[in-house]
């Protein structure tokens, strides 16, 4: 978890993990979508949280889904994974030792 908004922690991933050598692509932002839906947490349409999906490139074909889980100023990041659409353990351990020295411990869903 780090103490930031969605915003700024997805900034600092992806700078990092570009740092180490992987490609960093935005897949979805739920800021970015048209439609204003009231929040699950907060009730209102006006709230800090936020939904970034990162598809992350190693050497490997397969990417890494990393999710960052934004709400009242903090964030936090998971691997996502899915039957038959897992990375490889190779790319998910370097993303986590990428990540390690900013404070973020990357959850495993």
Known sequence: MLRCRCNTAVTEITEAL???????????DSRLTAAPTVCPHHGTEQCDCQIVILLVYGTEERPATLMAHGQDGETWISI??????????????????????????VMAE
């Open 18 to 28: 570009e740092d180490a050598g992987l490609r960093v692509m935005l897949s979805f």
């Open 80 to 105: 996502a994974s899915a039957p038959g659409q897992r990375s490889s353990p190779n790319l998910e351990a370097t993303i986590k030792r990428t990540l390690s020295p900013l404070s973020i411990t």
